[in-house]
């Protein structure tokens, strides 16, 4: 795979990692972005358990490769890990941060507005030289508690409050094998689980047990020496082999330049084999269930105070503003009117 191909893969995973991360209007106070991260989610197993099976602590992928003994594949699981970001107010301005913060839902120091909210740090996990034989790799992985403290400090270079960055442990486990049959491809089997201990999962919310949960869960497959079969079109004589494979929170769709078949994207997302981010689009906008243009034109109306909390929010929030406030005349009309894709949707049945 070129670099070209590469950056093009990523961009999409990136679009699968992020959607939903940020709703429109953009705000922390809007409902939306107090129920956010319905995609690929993984919830502890315990709390699986105790909602008898509704959250998912695991997720499934299986695909078919063409390849001969030589095949080696790479995959790389990655997903968003959450993070409580708290904002503390002082009595008065400090040289020091005091230890009885009181934690409020939003701060205004000398017109900058600071909110709380949850971010993310995105995780990642890379299995490398992975080949056929009936022996299953498990893979562990851990990703630490933390908790990080950030002065605010006045314009007299005092300190006014302070940010407070918290997340839990998340614990899990990978496993990967290849089964080959000389009468048929190759199978490719990758299980994803959550296996963080979670003492209060009989009582926990939803949202308590997002904070250990692996979201928007998504893997990146390549292969050399090889090819995967795509298991929305396969050829007819491997149609048994892929109606056989077993997905379950995700669905693997080849990914590149079309017709080349070294490189696969299980999503939470349903997407079509060679999906691309569309050339019209300016950047992420993150609410993908409506189009660029609308989104857009809904930003530039809005008022001058919700333009200041969407800029606190997030700085991918204040990215996305400032592209919209910036935008030339023919970057907007070049998202206006775009037709492409009749084929694929003839294909699919839709048209």
Same mark, same amino acid.
């Given at each position: ?29 809007? +409902? ?44 790389? +699981? ?41 971010? +993310? ?5 890379? #299995? ?23 002065? #605010? ?7 006014? @409050? ?21 009468? *048929? ?15 209060? *999962? ?20 390549? +292969?050399?020496? @090889? ?66 243009? #609308? ?17 606190? #929010? ?26 492409? @894709? ?10």
């Amino acid at each position: 795979m070129s670099g070209t191909e590469r950056t093009m893969v990523e961009k999409i995973a990136d679009a699968v990692l992020y959607e939903g991360y940020m709703l429109y209007p953009y705000r922390a106070s809007s +409902v939306k972005n107090k129920q956010r991260f319905n995609w690929g989610a993984l919830a502890p197993k315990a709390y699986s358990d105790a909602q008898n099976g509704t959250e998912a602590f695991e997720m499934r992928t299986q695909c078919l490769i063409q390849g001969d003994t030589e095949m080696e594949v790479s995959v790389k +699981v990655r997903f968003l890990h959450l993070m409580n970001r708290e904002i503390g107010r002082i009595a008065g301005p400090s040289n020091e941060i005091p230890d009885d913060l009181e934690f409020v839902s939003s701060l205004d120091i000398d017109g900058e507005l600071y909110q709380a909210w949850q971010e +993310v740090v995105e995780q990642n996990i890379e #299995i490398t030289a992975i080949r056929p034989g009936d022996t299953t790799l498990i893979t562990p992985f851990s990703f630490a508690a933390g908790r990080d403290v950030e002065p #605010i400090k006045n314009k007299d270079g005092k300190i006014a @409050g302070a940010i407070v960055r918290t997340r839990r442990e998340i614990m899990g486990e990978i496993e990967t094998r290849i089964e080959s049959d000389a009468s *048929a491809p190759a199978k490719l089997t990758l299980i994803v689980r959550n296996t963080t201990p979670l003492g209060t *999962a009989a009582d926990a919310t939803r949202d308590e047990a997002l904070l250990s949960s692996c979201v928007s869960t998504h893997s990146i497959f390549n +292969v050399s020496n @090889g090819a995967f079969v795509s298991l929305l079109e396969p050829p007819d004589e491997f149609a048994a082999a892929a109606a056989s494979c077993e997905n379950k929170g995700a669905f693997p769709i080849l990914v590149g330049t079309a017709g080349e078949r070294d490189c696969m994207l299980s999503s939470p997302i349903i997407l079509y084999d060679y999906p691309e981010i569309a050339p019209e689009s300016p950047g992420d906008l993150f609410d993908s269930t409506e189009i660029d243009e #609308i989104l857009t034109l809904r930003i530039m109306t809005m008022t001058d105070q919700e333009k200041r909390e969407m800029r606190a #929010i997030d700085e991918r929030a204040r990215k996305i503003l400032e592209r919209t406030e910036f935008m030339t005349d023919d970057q907007f009309l070049n998202m206006h009117g775009t037709l492409r @894709g009749m084929e694929r949707s003839k294909r699919a049945g839709n048209g």
